[in-house]
């Protein structure tokens, strides 16, 4: 398996624009998540899906933030308008969940660097 | 909110050395992660733990529930293990906010 699969590695763009960062789970994952690194915040969790039905979002900071998972293989992260403080690394994990709870081993993707100047 | 502590925030050690990081949360929780962070920013998860031991090659993972403490300890540490080491509880319940939380990572360095 290729593993958790993420696209871009880079983005690059200017406030005020439309992000949209992407990811592929793990065949036969059920739960994906999503999570932010900064250097001040360090990994926080933003929203988790099981069964594509998110379970957890408290952790989108603001409406500017959505996710969505339309099925089991792929889901998107959409940050509009993006601002500078937006700018970080931007990980999707997959895992096998039995219940509703992340309580497997997650597999990472490589993440998505986002610069929002 | 789950606060969690990790220590030592950095470590160095020579190789060879037996390695322990600390992991200490306030909140009830349904288990606990350790993830490992390379140089590269790539995040591997190492033991996923609800209660006693788990251990992985030179790699183990202890947790007391009671105490709310968990341990990585690494044995016979190599150059290759250094990297940041993040514990995370998972929540009991969705309620009251609870969910994934992280430490803010351990830094280890392990010299040849």
């Known amino acids: 398996d290729a593993g958790v699969i993420q696209s871009p590695r880079h983005e690059v763009t200017e406030m005020g624009q439309e992000v949209t960062l992407r990811c592929k789970p793990i065949?036969?994952?059920?739960?994906l998540f999503w999570y932010r690194q900064t250097m001040m915040r360090g990994l926080e969790l933003l929203i988790y899906?099981?069964?594509?039905?998110?379970?957890?979002d408290s952790g989108m900071p603001e409406d500017r933030f959505s996710a969505k998972m339309p099925n089991a293989s792929f889901s998107t992260l959409k940050i509009q308008p993006s601002e500078p403080r937006d700018s970080a690394v931007y990980f999707c994990?997959?895992?096998?969940?039995?219940?509703?709870?992340?309580?497997?081993?997650?597999?990472f993707g490589a993440g998505t660097r986002l610069s929002v100047l | 909110k789950n606060e969690v502590e990790q220590s030592p925030q950095n470590l160095t050690a020579q190789e060879g050395e037996f390695i322990t990081i600390n992991c200490s949360y306030s909140?009830?929780?349904?288990?606990l992660h350790w993830l490992q962070q390379h140089p590269g920013g790539g995040i591997v998860s190492l033991f996923m733990?609800?209660?006693g031991k788990k251990k992985h090659g030179r790699l183990i993972a202890t947790i007391n529930i009671q105490e709310k403490h968990s341990s990585l300890h690494i044995t016979a540490s190599h150059p290759r293990d250094s990297a940041v080491y993040i514990c995370?509880?998972?929540?009991?319940?969705?309620?009251?906010?609870?969910?994934?939380?992280f430490g803010t990572g351990t830094r280890l360095a392990v010299r040849p």
């Open positions: 994990a997959s895992s096998f969940e039995q219940g509703v709870w992340a309580k497997n081993i997650q597999y």
């Open positions: 065949s036969g994952h059920n739960s």
């Open positions: 899906f099981n069964n594509n039905v998110p379970i957890d």
């Open positions: 909140v009830g929780i349904s288990a």
């Open positions: 733990l609800s209660s």
């Open positions: 995370a509880p998972v929540g009991r319940k969705k309620s009251s906010g609870d969910k994934l939380t």
